[in-house]
């Protein structure tokens, strides 16, 4: 809103309100889908409970009929997310304009968990677990902006700024065990208690500024500087600095070399650094509540008997660490043709990163298992595509085509002294690592012992050998991922689809480590011709004709192996497609209505993987979407999804 010549403001308010309702996936005791996976087609999981009201399961005493999962398990999550915004402008000269903004995203979330008593696993009596989560950011700016005509043909145009972000993060956790009445979920029916409290706070203070140098509107330089101060870092090197330039020329412009056919033609370069912090409390060593487990029976609660237990942190903070930076060139070129109805904007970039902090291991002399160090110097190149079409533009009707096509080549060039390698996710064998002189993502694990053509050797039983050592099977990321979006308008009506994909990379899939053993993989589904392996008999170096008749024992020695389990995690999808009407605004006017828009959305509705992967998708991994990518084990499968949305203008 504009107060006066001067003066203008504004002021913005989002509320989000969502709520889920979900089972328990993955490598979990209560784990829906491990008994749907590995119980045997012929075996009816349902009813849940036989006469004697106890679960019906047709093997191993640790895992629940999914039929009683449903009746008797939840896990609900409720969050309410508010983000507020305020900005400001005020024109202190007619070239010169003071800006400021301040934001606030901040939300509460609570969750609940319950198994019931009756629980085949760690809590037979019944278990309960309740969050209540508060987040908060705060982000303000303030930004002197301004331009300058130096003459007929050249143009300065400026800023500096200020920004504050403060980051705020409390979790308060209740795990609750031991029911007194079943199936009443509440914190007061339950006789053992385990709660727990998370506090995080980050502020970073940063200081900017950028400069545009351009001559006759067709040739640009850029230079940027950025400065932040964040309280992650040590008190003493907590400043970071980090500056760009780039420039950019119109040649279409410049060389006067506009047709009937040819609109734009522009070549940019750029080299920029780009500094980044520490995960908060990494440069100190914290206490925590001793837990004391083996992941499979259970765990002493402190306090224990009125006594109280803190030990140290299992990880070494480091008060030396130094803030992140990366290095990166690019190069582009954008082209268009044919009254902009087709246009190409290619471009090449090579990134070096170095000082990533990871928290890597450490000598066990320590007491330690790992300390936070800028561990890793990791180097990205590739090239970045984007082609945008209209075939046909006739009377109100229009059809729309944009491609994208990306592929990116990585390295890791070293690690820090002493660490081999850093392990992201899964276990110490099999796991994703990063590793020196290999690609990011390292999928390691026991491997088939080949020679030296790379053929699989096979002892004289017709059974693969497993190799001594373990090493690299995979790796999991993408050779190239692209996609395409159609747009079809005509007058209102708007038809939009993107379909996305995938090619090359790998993925661990865990559920073929257990299923084969338990005879329910679609590997294990012919059991009448014996299984020839495809490789040579270490004995004599011949072809193997052995064929093994004995499945089980075959399938329990394949599903050990590593490498048997490793898949092409490439596909094809159809992310979204949607229907949109926009009433017309004659008809709207009637009512006070500037815009009204209906529409129709659908995610996730088609998906086609390759043929070597027998997940339910490559996209579901283990451990979410963090750096862990590469592991997927009994994963709900992906939901498809339909919305009806109405858009109101007034």
């Known amino acids: 809103t504009r107060l006066s010549d001067k003066l203008s403001i504004g002021a913005k308010l989002e509320y989000i309100n969502t709520k889920n309702n979900r089972l328990s996936e993955g490598n979990e005791q209560s784990s829906i889908m491990w008994t749907v996976l590995t119980a045997p087609s012929t075996y009816n999981l349902y009813p849940a409970l036989d006469a004697n009201g106890v679960q019906r ?20 999550d409720q969050r309410d997310r508010f983000v ?11 070239w010169l304009k003071v800006k400021g903004n301040l934001g606030v995203d901040y939300y509460t979330s609570s969750s609940k968990y319950y198994e019931n008593s009756g629980n085949r696993g760690s809590y037979p009596t019944g278990r309960l677990i309740e969050s209540a ?17 130096l003459g007929e043909k050249m143009k300065l145009d400026f800023m500096a700024g200020h920004n504050i972000n403060a980051q705020y993060y409390n979790a308060k956790t209740v795990k609750a065990s031991d029911f007194i009445i079943p199936g009443f979920y509440n914190l007061s029916n339950t006789r053992v208690y385990d709660p727990g ?6 502020r970073m203070v940063s200081v900017y500024g950028s400069a545009t140098l351009s001559y006759n509107n067709y040739l640009y330089v850029t230079a940027t500087g950025r400065n932040d101060w964040s309280s992650t870092l040590p008190a003493g090197n907590n400043s970071f600095f980090y500056p760009s330039i780039s420039s950019g020329i119109i040649f279409s412009d410049a060389l006067r070399l506009k047709n009937s056919w040819f609109d734009f033609g522009k070549l940019r370069l750029s080299y920029a650094q780009v500094g980044n912090d520490a995960p908060e409390y990494s440069t100190s060593t914290s206490y925590v509540k001793a837990n ?20 140290q942190s299992n990880i070494m903070g480091n008060p030396l660490l130094k803030p992140e930076k990366t290095n990166e060139f690019e190069t582009g070129l954008e082209l268009k043709f044919f009254g902009n109805r087709a246009s190409v904007d290619l471009a090449y970039y090579d990134k070096t990163s170095k000082d990533q902090i990871f928290s890597a291991p450490t000598a066990p002399e ?12 990791i180097k990205n190149k590739g090239i970045e595509v984007q082609l945008n079409l209209t075939p046909v533009v006739i009377n109100d009707f229009s059809w729309e085509v944009n491609l994208n096509y990306s592929k990116n080549n990585n390295k890791v060039i070293n690690l820090t002294e002493g660490v081999s390698s850093i392990r992201l996710a899964g276990f110490v064998n099999p796991g994703i690592f990063i590793m020196a002189n290999q690609p990011y993502g390292v999928i390691w694990g026991s491997r088939f012992l080949r020679n030296d053509k790379g053929e699989v050797l096979v002892d004289d039983d017709g059974f693969e050998i497993t190799a001594t050592e373990s090493g690299p ?5 993408p050779d190239w991922i692209g996609g395409i979006r159609n747009t079809l308008t005509w007058k209102g009506i708007s038809v939009s689809a993107l379909i996305d994909t995938r090619q090359g990379g790998d993925i661990y899939n865990l559920d073929e480590y257990y299923t084969k053993a338990y005879g329910t993989s679609w590997f294990t589904r012919d059991r009448e011709h014996p299984i020839v392996v ?3 008999r270490q004995s004599d170096g011949q072809v193997n004709t052995t064929g093994v008749t004995d499945f089980r024992t075959y399938w329990s020695n394949n599903s050990n192996i590593d490498e048997a389990n490793v898949q092409d995690a490439s596909f094809i999808r159809l992310r979204d497609i949607s229907v949109s009407y926009e009433f017309p605004k004659e008809l709207l006017g009637k009512f006070w209505v500037k815009g009204l828009v209906f529409s129709v959305s659908g995610r996730n509705l088609w998906l086609k993987t390759s043929s070597s992967f027998t997940g339910s998708d490559p996209e579901n991994s283990l451990y979410g979407s963090g750096n862990g990518q590469g592991l997927t084990n009994f994963a709900v499968p992906s939901s498809k999804s339909i919305n009806f949305a109405l858009k109101l203008t007034l």
């Open 133 to 149: 989560r508060v987040r908060r950011e705060i982000n303000s700016d303030i930004m002197l902006t301004g331009n300058r005509t």
């Open 292 to 311: 004391p487990n083996d992941g499979q029976r259970g765990e002493i609660i402190f306090p224990y008997n009125g006594i109280g237990s803190y030990i």
């Open 84 to 94: 507020p915004t305020v900005n400001l402008e005020y024109k202190l000269l007619p």
């Open 534 to 536: 495809k490789g040579v």
């Open 366 to 377: 320590t007491g330690f298992g790992s300390m936070v160090v800028n561990a890793a110097e």
């Open 197 to 202: 409290e998370v506090t995080t706070m980050k």
């Open 473 to 477: 099977i995979g790796n999991a990321m």
């Open 57 to 76: 399961l047709w093997r191993t005493p640790t895992r629940n009929n999914p039929y009683w999962l449903l009746d008797n398990t939840l896990y609900i």
